[in-house]
């Protein structure tokens, strides 16, 4: 079956410094969904991506779909400590939203 | 707008008691989520309704776990009778449209711990 893993698992940054977060699948993706959850909170939506090659911006977060639908990626610019969380690639598998393990944000002051 | 309420927010039980979780979609969203988040993991999906039909229930426990979904607007989650390993965050999400490409809006969660 289709295998999604989401790298790296935790990460510790300055504030300042930027982070990036990969979601790897070994079969190809028809589109996925980005979402991210403070602690304590529940999941918010970010972004959602369909077409290879797509790029999309938010503010400081850049989020990219691979050329081959097959990985995506969340790069932070500039992290502040408002972007601790866990972020989640949500992929589409048997037409559902399927949640990965999340990589866990924590920022340095 | 009001986002997706969910009640109670905590809860407490032994094991083989019963618990009922209640959620209150997004007006007009048609497509409603029961999600199982056991700490330090992604959200896993229980069941989806359209309007009031089930549209996935494939990995719900169904010898203990049923919901319903009223009149095609709030929910009901329940566990009868409850096991150590149901603790987590049962979290109620809703979409506008039906469909895995449809943003999903989550509420706030409901935290189960059995002793």
């Known amino acids: 079956g289709q295998q999604v893993m989401q790298i790296p698992q935790y990460q510790h940054v300055q504030e300042g410094e930027d982070f990036t977060t990969y979601c790897n699948s070994s079969t190809t993706l028809s589109n996925i969904q980005w979402y991210k959850q403070r602690p304590g909170g529940h999941p918010v939506f970010l972004i959602q991506l369909v077409k290879s090659g797509e790029v999309k911006k938010q503010k400081r977060l850049t989020f990219q779909f691979g050329e081959a639908k097959k990985n995506s990626s969340l790069h932070i610019t500039a992290t502040q400590t408002t972007d601790v969380g866990t972020y989640f690639c949500?992929?589409?598998?048997?037409?559902?939203?399927?949640f990965g393990k999340g990589t866990r944000l924590h920022i340095l002051p | 707008e009001a986002g997706v309420a969910q009640s109670p927010r905590y809860k407490i039980i032994e094991k083989r008691q019963s618990v009922a979780f209640w959620c209150n979609p997004i007006s007009g969203h048609a497509t409603l989520y029961w999600y199982q988040q056991i700490l330090g993991q992604g959200p896993k999906l229980l069941i989806q309704?359209?309007?009031?039909?089930?549209?996935?229930d494939s990995q719900l426990p169904k010898d203990r776990f049923s919901a319903e979904r009223l009149k095609g607007v709030d929910s009901t989650l329940k566990i009868q009778p409850a096991k150590l390993e149901d603790s987590a965050v049962y979290l109620c999400a809703s979409s506008l449209v039906q469909g895995a490409r449809a943003e999903q809006y989550f509420g706030p969660g409901t935290r189960l711990t059995v002793t």
């Open positions: 949500a992929p589409l598998r048997d037409d559902k939203i399927i």
């Open positions: 309704f359209q309007n009031n039909g089930v549209v996935d």
